[in-house]
């Protein structure tokens, strides 16, 4: 299938925003989601963006999308320590999701 | 709020036993998704219905088979079970047409020993 490609690991401090990139490869991706994903826990959708959208602002959470380069990233600003999870990144171009491996963020005090 | 309920949470079995998994979507919504997650990896799509109906069909082994009732209901069979379909098996609730009507259960994590 379609690669969704992104750094396995992040660290940053309380306070600072945080990046989590991704790299997609199928060209006709139609909504694209971030996904948070907490120990023993189901998958918390926490935004998506349209692909023919290049920005959208949702509270702490910015959802950047460059489309000629297939790379979307979710900025946190402000990151707390309850922040601390996985988060996948996730493209669909029909109906069923095509996650990422995961980004596993770390915030430290 | 009425959230996605997955069961059981978690199930025990041996090689070449049969499993099954059920979900019960949130109301309303017509559409249900099952992805299966290793350990360590990103969920993968194994099937998904509409209305009762299968939609799209992922990587799903030949050993398994699912099925959504009248009452909206999911269940995912699980036959000859190996030592590789130990994971978590999520499903998803969802209203078909609403990108952001859309909740994951907590899982079942099978273990086949």
């Known amino acids: 299938g379609e690669d969704v490609e992104q750094s396995l690991f992040l660290s940053v401090r309380e306070g600072d925003s945080s990046v989590i990139n991704c790299t997609y490869t199928?060209?006709?991706?139609?909504?694209l989601y971030w996904y948070k994903q907490e120990p023993g826990a189901g998958l918390q959708l926490l935004t998506y963006i349209f692909s023919n959208m290049d920005m959208k602002q949702d509270q702490r959470l910015t959802v950047l999308l460059n489309k000629k380069d297939k790379h979307l990233s979710l900025r946190i600003a402000d990151t707390q320590t309850g922040d601390s999870a996985i988060y996948f990144c996730?493209?669909?171009?029909?109906?069923?999701?095509?996650f990422g491996k995961g980004t596993s963020l770390l915030v430290t005090p | 709020a009425a959230g996605v309920i997955q069961s059981p949470r978690h199930l025990i079995k041996e090689k070449r036993e049969t499993a099954t998994l059920k979900c019960y979507p949130i109301p309303r919504h017509d559409t249900v998704y099952w992805y299966q997650q290793g350990p360590g990896q990103d969920p993968q799509f194994l099937i998904s219905?509409?209305?009762?109906?299968?939609?799209d069909k992922g990587s799903i082994p030949d050993r398994f088979s699912a099925q959504q009732f009248s009452d909206y209901h999911s269940e995912l069979n699980m036959s000859s079970l190996e030592l590789g379909d130990s994971a978590l098996y999520f499903c998803?609730?969802?209203?078909?047409?609403?990108?952001?009507?859309?909740?994951f259960g907590p899982g079942t994590r099978l273990t086949v020993t």
């Open positions: 219905f509409y209305e009762k109906m299968q939609s």
């Open positions: 996730a493209e669909s171009s029909r109906y069923a999701l095509n």
């Open positions: 998803a609730s969802i209203s078909s047409g609403s990108v952001d009507e859309q909740y």
């Open positions: 199928d060209s006709s991706s139609t909504y």
